[in-house]
């Protein structure tokens, strides 16, 4: 059984994983760099583990050190307990859910790979919004999307923000980065893909009318909030579709927009929304 250790200095060695959470730009480079990402809450950290992410250590208040013992008897990795106050002087903020965990990272599949026996796959490009990538993930996960693709200026979805809005579900959809960029498009159409372009475009098709899920492999290309997929994405689509818009409204975020997109290509898959085998 793993001891808990207490620790009172807010400046412990041991606690450098934790550091800065809130510097967005420092973690950014500091977290691929060390092979590491944060998993934030009970849930999340089991979700991590059951993923098969390796755990470096966690950072508890002493209040869910019960809660998570099963956990820290089975990874047997260090334990560190502080005060809340103390957290929140390492990490920049208050920990609202009293318990992190440093995972190590593994490395990325190649795009081929993930390609071979995907059916439904998302394309995402220069979406560096972390909150949109958790929706995005999360949305991916549950309405059975096999597999996400992104741009090399796409956010982490690694990194803490992204893993906490997806609630863990970045840890469900396999991810590449799909890199040279639009150049790496041919590799996802030679593969038997029809690359979709989703835009609020008029000269689109509406989705209803292109019917993706009666397609036998489609990609789904996302932009980022407000500018949207880049003219070169666009030019190498195989065919732009839209989301019907009411009451004047221009477009959708591109959150809300990915989950409405998802549906419409998942619906009527074989095995309700599962890959095909």
């Given at each position: 059984?793993?001891?808990?250790?207490?620790?009172?200095?807010?400046?412990?060695?041991?606690?450098?994983?934790?550091?800065?959470l809130?510097?967005?730009?420092?973690?950014?480079?500091r977290?691929p760099?060390?092979?590491?990402?944060?998993?934030e809450?009970?849930?999340v950290?089991?979700?991590?583990r059951?993923?098969?992410?390796?755990?470096?250590?966690?950072?508890?208040?002493?209040?869910?050190?019960?809660?998570?013992?099963?956990v820290?008897?089975?990874?047997?990795?260090?334990?560190?307990?502080?005060?809340?106050?103390?957290?929140?002087r390492?990490?920049?903020?208050?920990?609202?859910?009293?318990?992190?965990?440093?995972?190590?990272?593994?490395?990325?599949?190649?795009?081929?790979e993930?390609?071979?026996?995907?059916?439904r796959?998302?394309?995402m490009e220069?979406?560096?919004?972390?909150?949109?990538?958790g929706?995005?993930?999360?949305?991916?996960?549950?309405?059975?999307?096999?597999?996400?693709?992104?741009?090399?200026?796409?956010a982490?979805?690694?990194?803490?923000?992204?893993?906490?809005?997806?609630?863990?579900?970045?840890?469900?959809?396999p991810?590449?980065?799909?890199?040279?960029?639009p150049?790496?498009?041919?590799?996802?159409?030679e593969?038997?893909?029809?690359?979709l372009?989703?835009?609020?475009?008029?000269?689109?098709?509406?989705l209803d009318?292109?019917?993706?899920?009666?397609?036998?492999?489609?990609?789904?290309?996302?932009?980022?909030?407000?500018?949207g997929?880049?003219?070169?994405?666009?030019?190498?689509?195989?065919?732009w579709?839209?989301i019907p818009?009411?009451?004047?409204?221009?477009s959708?975020?591109v959150?809300?927009?990915?989950?409405v997109?998802?549906?419409?290509?998942?619906?009527?898959r074989?095995?309700?929304?599962?890959?095909?085998?």
């Amino acid at each position: 059984m793993a001891e808990p250790i207490t620790v009172e200095d807010p400046d412990d060695p041991r606690l450098r994983d934790y550091t800065d959470l809130t510097d967005v730009e420092l973690r950014r480079r500091r977290e691929p760099a060390e092979g590491l990402f944060i998993a934030e809450g009970e849930k999340v950290i089991r979700r991590a583990r059951d993923a098969g992410y390796a755990m470096r250590s966690m950072l508890l208040s002493a209040k869910w050190v019960d809660t998570m013992r099963d956990v820290i008897d089975a990874s047997q990795v260090p334990v560190y307990v502080v005060d809340p106050r103390l957290a929140e002087r390492v990490t920049g903020y208050h920990v609202h859910r009293g318990a992190l965990a440093s995972m190590q990272r593994r490395p990325l599949p190649e795009t081929a790979e993930l390609l071979r026996t995907a059916r439904r796959v998302v394309v995402m490009e220069a979406v560096n919004d972390h909150t949109n990538i958790g929706a995005i993930f999360r949305s991916a996960a549950a309405l059975g999307m096999d597999a996400v693709l992104l741009s090399p200026d796409c956010a982490d979805p690694l990194y803490r923000r992204s893993v906490k809005v997806s609630m863990g579900a970045v840890f469900s959809v396999p991810y590449a980065r799909l890199d040279p960029w639009p150049q790496g498009l041919e590799t996802v159409r030679e593969a038997g893909f029809r690359l979709l372009a989703l835009t609020p475009d008029e000269k689109a098709t509406a989705l209803d009318e292109a019917a993706p899920h009666r397609m036998d492999r489609v990609a789904l290309m996302l932009g980022a909030e407000g500018e949207g997929l880049s003219r070169r994405a666009l030019a190498a689509a195989d065919e732009w579709v839209r989301i019907p818009m009411s009451h004047g409204v221009d477009s959708l975020n591109v959150g809300a927009a990915a989950a409405v997109a998802f549906y419409a290509v998942a619906t009527g898959r074989p095995g309700d929304g599962q890959p095909e085998t």
